[in-house]
């Protein structure tokens, strides 16, 4: 559109959250050219995103009211709009506790509501029978209302699915467009919005927080809206099951209270308390309002806390003076239809509220129905979602679909690209993770952050620093090379590393059973051992069961080349213990990878893993890989999965969510696969090895880092690298320091830091000390990545995260066995092969049918089994679990709790009376946890035992002594 010049519609309809867009598909039913002007780059920006995403039953708004109305004929419009517009939608039902007397009032008071709202089935339960369907809530629940009728909704994937349903019915979408003043004039209104003029017949305003301003621009009947932050808490996926019902407490003046529910995608959710501020922007979050309502929802869940939580957020509410929402045409302003103060229950009321201001307008401006309006937008099955068979289907017709981007949500490729060519441009990578799921999972793009820019880049044909991660001016990278989009458009990009032709034979595999398109495509094939994943461990594991006699074996692995994160680690510092050479990450895949070669390993890669299925006589491996699924059979299998690093939203740190936030992992694929800049001037927090050696690589590139800061009151990495990657680029290390808030709306702009008391790990207040800065890389642990092993029924060790194993490294299923990082993390990539080594030789036993090879883990019975303990000083030992015909030294790996000086290491056998041997013992000048300490035990003196203790104490006064293996380095 030219600058100055005017466009005109019969409607404008201002603002693109749920509001807004609902209202645009109603209005397409009729006759009218229509205009939706948004201030944000994408839909939903607003209150719409950040909620509850509750469907109220419609119990709690006062009769008479125009919340009342409006709750209870949208929720009975929910499941209509729902199956035209393909979007999931579930009636989970909703209790409202109470706990006293008052309580009950409170709930008598409620179902009187319900009744004259024309709610159905709501009644109230005794606490035994609330405990009976929630087996989770509070004992000290007296008794419960429940409303059938309640349910759960994607507010997101609904607006989406409204506005491109009208978008697909006509309906014109513009972003960027913030509307600054309207005006009557000729009759209709104009709109001046981002140095254009709109004229219009008439304007719905659903402008959100903003209503109040644009309304008083045209109306004399003048209202003010006051934001209210409400705080959140998202959980895993892993706690979705804790709750069914939507959990409320009995209501209090400002609101519902802290909820606890379960959310449509399998989260669950806490939130939201209420305080209300000036800024209609500001969404950071506070860490007494995250305490706040950890605190409050104890009442309904008792184990409520921070663990588990994979993101905080705040939503702002438009709260108006009333207290109902401002519904219809302003009765001075002819043409202007208001949909304000749509705060709770707004989302659930939007259909009807859409509905009814549809008419009204229509009725205004005396037009017909659009006879050519389609209500129904084509569903479009998630590849999560799909079956086998479905997949088949889907890979066939696009091979995209078989290449996984994001694997905690299983989101593909084909799905990426579709959503990047809808109907409604895409123009932040949030609106990719909001429309498709990718980057929503638990490490919350740490992993798939980098090729969804690339593929942006490749598809959009912009470059990576011009890429905002949410709004305008929130740039994903600070630099790019100049030459970036030219490599990715040509089809290798700057993370292949290989030629097309190399990649092509890469692919060739047996039993490839493909047909036209359409067709099924499917890899079906069998093996003596399948191991998943080819990092390190996954590499010497393949390779160890071949030479250990298995005749077939496979490796498969998502990336296209093997190494894992060893390609990008293009330091020194690998192999000293087992090439005896020092080498760099990717010389060292480059070594492990040859000797999977020479010995004829049958290597997949660009290969999603998704479950194991049980055969009876083996394992059903299944995964996807561009252009087909694979179903390969196995006699063993190994998880090599490695482990995924701890994201910002697992650590509970308060303030904004500005672009800038890395992990040292995703830092690191930016800069040495990429070659991508993320910024100027850096903070690291954590001192784990990855972010000490990010804070040198990114000294080395320009980047300014101010300092790394870590919780502890002692470095999470090795004591050589803390010299060569700080102590050498005079970077500052701030023990019992960490970050508390975040600032910046859209680029980080600075962190505040605080002095932590070191026995109880909490920031002391009044040590805040703010630090700019445009870069924030988080370094703060590992953590197993066992989604696959899930899938088999594998036990996980709550302590460690990873496979509770036997001294075979074989787990609690027969025939699967578990190493490297997967298992537990490990702070050299030489042990972690070392470990894939024995995982791979146990494999292949198993495969031949020798049945030592067979699983000796707790909670197998009639196994008979020595019990593995940590004890005094000692976090955890793996193996958890040793069998008592162990014929060879069986290696201990274990960790400390702390800085233990003078270590001294013992392991002792322990009778039921607490007595028993000393096994073996080792010490030391200090020992840390950032270390992993290993020990050997003689299999004869494990015969008579049942159960043995690892501990470390100090008991050395500053004398050196031999190390045990794995002591000081």
Request: net charge negative.
């Amino acid at each position: 559109m030219q600058e100055g010049k005017a466009c005109s519609f019969d409607v404008v309809v201002v603002g693109a959250g749920i509001a807004g867009c609902t209202a645009a598909r109603e209005l397409a039913r009729y006759d009218l050219s229509i205009c939706v002007l948004e201030a944000g780059n994408d839909i939903a920006c607003g209150a719409t995103r950040a909620n509850s995403a509750i469907v109220h039953a419609g119990f709690d708004p006062a009769p008479g009211t125009l919340k009342a109305r409006f709750n209870a004929e949208g929720s009975k419009a929910y499941p209509r709009w729902c199956d035209e517009l393909g979007v999931q939608f579930r009636r989970n039902g909703s209790m409202v506790l109470a706990f006293d007397d008052e309580g009950r009032s409170k709930l008598d008071e409620l179902a009187r509501r319900a009744q004259a709202n024309g709610v159905e089935g709501v009644h109230i339960v005794p606490g035994d029978c609330a405990r009976e369907m929630e087996p989770n809530v509070s004992p000290e629940v007296a008794c419960a209302l429940v409303a059938p009728t309640g349910g759960i909704v994607d507010p997101y994937g609904f607006a989406f699915a409204a506005a491109e349903n009208a978008c697909g019915n006509g309906v014109r979408f513009l972003f960027n467009h913030r509307a600054e003043r309207i005006v009557r004039a000729d009759g209709g209104f104009r709109v001046e919005a981002s140095g254009e003029r709109f004229f219009a017949r008439a304007v719905v305003n659903a402008a959100g927080l903003f209503a109040d301003e644009l309304n008083n621009m045209v109306s004399g009947e003048r209202f003010s809206i006051t934001p209210r932050r409400g705080e959140y808490y998202l959980y895993d996926t892993e706690y979705a099951i804790t709750f069914e019902h939507t959990m409320f407490q009995v209501p209090g003046p400002l609101g519902k209270g802290v909820l606890v529910t379960p959310t449509i995608h399998g989260n669950m959710l806490i939130g939201p308390n209420s305080v209300s501020q000036t800024s209609k922007t500001d969404l950071s979050t506070t860490q007494e309002g995250l305490a706040d309502i950890v605190e409050r929802a104890r009442r309904t869940w008792p184990a409520a806390s921070p663990r588990g939580a994979i993101t905080n957020f705040a939503g702002l509410r438009a709260a108006g003076e009333s207290g109902d929402f401002v519904i219809g045409e302003a009765a001075d302003a002819p043409g202007f239809f208001n949909i304000a103060c749509f705060e709770s229950p707004g989302l659930t009321s939007a259909p009807a509220v859409a509905t009814f201001i549809a008419s009204q307008v229509a009725a205004r401006l005396g037009v017909d129905g659009n006879p050519s309006f389609n209500p129904r937008r084509a569903p479009q099955l998630p590849f999560t979602a799909m079956t086998d068979e479905q997949r088949e289907r889907a890979i066939a017709s696009n091979p995209a679909f078989g290449h996984v981007v994001c694997r905690c949500c299983e989101v593909t490729e084909a799905e990426v690209v579709r959503a990047l060519h809808g109907p409604l441009p895409v123009l932040s990578l949030d609106a990719i993770k909001w429309r498709t799921g990718a980057t929503m999972g638990r490490c919350h793009g740490g992993f798939c952050s980098p090729e969804l820019v690339e593929i942006m880049s490749r598809e959009l044909g912009c470059a990576p620093d011009a890429i905002n991660k949410r709004l305008a001016g929130s740039r994903m990278i600070a630099s790019a090379r100049a030459d970036y989009v030219e490599l990715v458009c040509a089809g290798g990009g700057p993370t292949k590393g290989e030629a097309p032709e190399e990649a092509d034979a890469r692919h060739a595999a047996p039993d490839v059973q493909r047909s036209e398109l359409g067709a099924p495509a499917r890899i079906e094939d069998s093996f003596d051992v399948v191991v998943i994943g080819g990092g390190a461990a996954g590499m010497a594991a393949a390779a160890s069961a071949r030479r250990a006699g298995a005749a077939r074996v496979a490796m498969v692995d998502r990336e296209e080349r093997p190494g894992g994160v060893l390609k990008q680690c293009v330091h020194n510092g690998f192999g000293l213990h087992r090439m005896k050479a020092e080498l760099t990450g990717p010389e060292y895949a480059a070594m492990e990878e040859q000797a999977v070669i020479d010995v004829g390993v049958t290597c997949e890669y660009g290969v999603s893993v998704l479950r194991i299925d049980d055969e009876g006589a083996g394992k059903l491996v299944v995964g996807t890989r561009f252009g087909a699924e694979l179903f390969l059979h196995a006699k063993a299998v190994v998880l090599a999965t490695g482990s995924r690093e701890r994201g910002l939203g697992a650590l509970g740190i308060a303030g904004a969510r500005p672009s800038g936030v890395y992990t040292a992992g995703c830092a690191q694929n930016f800069m040495n696969l990429q070659g991508l800049v993320p910024g100027s001037t850096a903070v690291v927090l954590g001192s784990g090895d990855i972010g000490l050696i990010m804070a040198r690589r990114m000294s080395l590139s320009g980047i300014r880092v101010l300092g790394v800061y870590e919780i502890m009151p002692f470095s999470s990495g090795l004591r050589r690298n803390i010299v060569q990657c700080l102590d050498d680029f005079g970077i500052p290390l701030h023990l019992s320091r960490t970050v508390v808030r975040l600032e910046g709306e859209t680029r980080l702009q600075a962190v505040v830091v605080a002095d932590v008391d070191p026995a109880t790990r909490r920031p002391i207040e009044g040590t805040e000390e703010r630090i700019p800065c445009d870069t924030l890389v988080l370094s703060c642990g590992l953590i197993p990545e066992n989604e696959v092993a899930k899938t088999a029924g594998v036990t996980l060790s709550p302590i460690t995260g990873g496979a509770v194993v036997d001294e075979r490294l074989a787990t609690s299923v027969p025939g699967i066995f578990a190493c490297g990082n997967a298992l537990h993390v490990h702070d050299l990539a030489d042990f972690a092969s070392e470990e894939g080594e024995r995982a791979g030789a146990s494999a292949a036993a198993f495969a031949r049918g020798d049945t030592s090879a067979a699983t000796r883990t707790k909670g197998v019975p009639g196994e008979p089994s020595i019990e593995v303990v940590a004890g005094k000083g000692v976090r955890y030992v793996v193996p958890q679990v040793i069998s008592r015909d162990a014929e060879e030294p069986v290696t201990l790996s274990f960790r400390v709790s702390d800085v233990i000086e003078g270590v001294r290491f013992e392991v002792r056998s322990c009778d039921d009376a607490g007595a028993g041997e000393v096994l073996a013992r080792a010490r030391d000048m200090v020992a840390v946890p950032a270390e992993m300490r290993r020990m050997k035990v003689d299999a004869e003196s494990l015969a008579e035992c049942s159960r043995i203790v690892v501990s470390a104490v100090s008991g050395l006064a500053g004398r050196q002594v031999p190390a045990a293996e794995g002591g000081a380095r």
